[in-house]
């Protein structure tokens, strides 16, 4: 069944008469408080007698089941001179156990439809799996046998550890801005605190590190007392729990007391500057860092608004600045406090062709300023608020969303709890805290300016003044030894159980009389609507010689209608709380709104309006055709998007697929206005659509890590 909401959208989508113009937006849409109601994550919690902590969240509407096990370990715990250790684990937990060949996990996840992954934030380290719900006895088993009886041996060690210098040379050294997030900005702006270190390690520390070390790291920190059990899904309560107290609750806490980091980072005392440089910069970047907050502090939910209010979205300050009026930059970013103890609050910017890190931090600085001198009006509030709340409703749309959130609130906030209320926290900021917390932390005279520049503008003379890796002596392991036990003294994998049916969306499906195919479907109860509308008519219809024809024209479709300006479009369109975006495949386009139910009509509206009005301005086609130059310059430093770019003209040349469906260097200057308006034309007709959809649950959201570079995720040859 429609609902109601949902058939006004479709009118909105299909009719570009209902469009309302900037004005009859403006009249509707007020600055007030968000409406937005997140519903809160119901879970039970328990604890077991050696220590460890379950919470179980039920969801009877799907047929799956996460399993998620978060340990109190992260990169500022690794061991003086072994930075990386706690990284190495993503790899080593995914090898053999007494009971479990390599790959198990793999096979008791990937083979039956799931997946499996883990991830190293500064405070803790996650492994998660999504599977079947019929299959979680077996995860929970392979959970409790990987904490309790992990192996690490000479040759695995060996293994894992050259896997976790490659992905160390890829991501950081390889990457043109690998080394500005991974290592500069964390080592020039702590002093003291270990989250000073890179999470991913280095090679001499890796190199240095022994397989005792890494037997005692695991000894110390892997064990009941340290860890957090959470599942999410279709389970029986009961029935879990007697299977959580079967596999969990015979391994035994260690007598030692867990180490804890005591170590404060001292208050600047004033601004510093430092330049650093890369090998393969293409162009200059800009990090500006204060000391912020743990994110238990109440003045955590005022900087993340401030945080959203500086760079969420094409409407958010240093996007509006930087990069679309001044056009100096090529990309911007902020973040706030996320850390379990106190962290940094940050600014930065990867310059335009042409522009300097001086200019980028210039008018960053200039931003941070207008926020302690004035506070935000009700609308930049109201929309950053809007935009916070959405976006915490589409991460509990899967059940391995909501798990993660309840174990990001215990491992950073102290307490599962704040999984909900930091939610009524954040509602609670208003303009003058806003304004209030910009004084209080941001201050001028407590920055740390990081300039990232190409290796060939370094002084002469000048030398590196990276940190040094401290050397440290070995420890020597005297526990427990475990090997994988002979296959016919290795406990059994428990059986599957019987399925349980999934309860799959309905569709209902209607050609309007314009030719646009529109199909619904219920996938959800909370209140979320994503509308996607594809069209025929991808990179492959490029014209000869203007390869990226297609993507700019899918890209240009947000940048300005006949009645709304690009700063319109991205205003309106963020004051609801809505994600609009646009996209060019080999075959197909597309244009897609996530948004709450009850502001679907209005963004619908947008989304009509955009996808059937597009000017096409000169002055927005020279600007966007300019960022996609400036981002090729940077992907061009990175070796696997090069030989990315390379595959298609070598095995498709001759064909509509032997090109570079982003355009290239040589052929983004020819595109003309024309072409683009010619593209529309051809593809974008309502009855070209392939599948125009609506329905209630979001796209699924990557998790990440609080901090580029202090994210470090696993790997996977078939990572999903």
């Known amino acids: 069944m429609i609902r109601p909401v949902a058939k006004a959208a479709l009118v909105a989508l299909a009719l570009s008469t209902t469009a309302l113009s900037p004005m009859a937006f403006a009249a509707q849409s007020t600055a007030s408080a968000p409406s937005i109601s997140v519903p809160p994550i119901v879970y039970k919690e328990r604890v077991l007698a050696n220590g460890l902590k379950v919470f179980t969240a039920r969801d009877t509407t799907t047929p799956n089941v996460t399993v998620q096990v978060w340990y109190g370990v992260g990169s500022k715990d690794d061991p003086e001179g072994r930075s990386g250790f706690a990284h190495l684990f993503e790899h080593l937990m995914f090898k053999a156990t007494r009971n479990m060949p390599n790959e198990t996990l793999d096979r008791l996840t990937e083979d039956v439809g799931g997946f499996n992954n883990a991830s190293t934030y500064d405070d803790f380290t996650n492994y998660y799996e999504v599977v079947p719900a019929n299959h979680l006895e077996r995860l929970l088993w392979a959970e409790a046998d990987r904490l309790g009886s992990l192996v690490i041996d000479e040759a695995v060690f060996a293994s894992e550890r050259d896997v976790v210098k490659e992905e160390l040379r890829q991501r950081v050294l390889a990457d043109p801005y690998g080394r500005l997030f991974a290592l500069y900005v964390p080592q020039q702006s702590f002093t003291s605190h270990p989250y000073k270190r890179p999470g991913i390690g280095s090679i ?154 001086q200019q980028g931090e210039a008018a960053l600085l200039a931003q941070v300023a207008r926020l302690r001198d004035a506070p935000p009006t009700a609308a930049e509030l109201a929309e950053a608020k809007t935009g916070l709340l959405a976006d915490a409703v589409r991460r509990r749309e899967e059940i391995d969303g909501r798990a993660f959130a309840i174990g990001y609130a215990l491992l950073t906030d102290g307490d599962a709890a704040r999984a909900n209320t930091n939610l009524a926290d954040l509602q609670a900021v208003t303009a003058a805290d806003v304004q209030r917390v910009a ?64 309860v799959l969306p309905s569709p209902v499906e209607k050609t309007l009389a314009n030719g646009l195919r529109v199909i619904v479907a219920k996938s959800s109860d909370l209140p979320l609507i994503t509308a996607d509308l594809t069209v025929r008519g991808g990179a492959s219809a490029d014209p000869a010689g203007l390869a990226g024809a297609s993507s700019l024209t899918a890209d240009l479709l947000t940048e300005g209608t006949k009645t709304r300006g690009a700063v319109d479009i991205a205003r309106q369109t963020e004051a609801l709380g809505a994600n609009l975006a646009a996209g060019s495949g080999w075959e197909a386009s597309s244009l897609t709104l996530s948004v709450i139910a009850d502001k679907a009509a209005p963004a619908m509206a947008i989304m009509a309006d955009v996808a059937q009005n597009p000017v096409f301005k000169a002055e927005e086609l020279d600007r966007v055709r300019a960022e996609t130059l400036d981002g090729l310059s940077v992907a061009y430093q990175r070796p696997g998007s090069l030989a990315a770019y390379a595959t298609a003209p070598v095995l498709y040349a001759g064909s509509a697929y032997g090109h570079v469906a982003g355009g290239t260097p040589g052929s983004l200057p020819k595109i003309k206005r024309d072409d683009l308006v010619k593209l529309h034309s051809a593809a974008w007709a309502a009855g070209r659509s392939l599948r125009p959809r609506l329905r209630h649950c979001p796209l699924r959201q990557p998790v990440t890590s609080r901090a580029m570079w202090s994210s470090t995720c696993r790997a996977r040859a078939r990572r999903p």
């Open 204 to 357: 001499e520390e890796l190199d240095a590190a022994t397989v005792d070390d890494v037997r005692a790291f695991h000894a110390t920190y892997y064990r009941p007392d340290n860890a957090a059990l959470i599942v999410a899904g279709n389970f029986d309560e009961a029935q879990l729990q007697a299977l959580v107290d079967k596999y969990f609750a015979p391994l035994k806490t260690p007598a030692a007391p867990l180490p804890k980091v005591t170590v404060v980072e001292p208050p600047r005392t004033g601004p510093k500057t430092v330049n650093t440089y890369g090998p393969n910069v293409p162009l200059p970047a800009v990090a500006i860092t204060w000391l912020a907050p743990a994110s238990a502090d109440k003045d955590t939910p005022a900087l993340a608004v401030l945080d959203a209010i500086l760079s969420a979205g094409k409407s958010s300050r240093l996007y509006d600045t930087l990069v679309y009026d001044q056009q100096i930059a090529q990309t911007v970013f902020s973040s706030g406090p996320t850390n379990a103890q106190p962290g940094l609050f940050y600014v930065g910017a990867v310059m335009a062709g042409g522009k300097t890190a």
């Open 439 to 502: 004084k209080k932390w941001l201050a001028d005279d407590r920055r740390t300016s990081i300039r990232y520049l190409p290796e060939s503008a370094r002084p002469a003379g000048e030398t590196d003044n990276t940190p040094v890796p401290p050397k440290v002596a070995s420890v020597k392991f005297d526990g427990a030894i475990t090997t994988l036990a002979p296959e016919a003294e290795r406990q059994k994998i428990p059986a599957v159980a019987a399925p349980i049916a999934a």
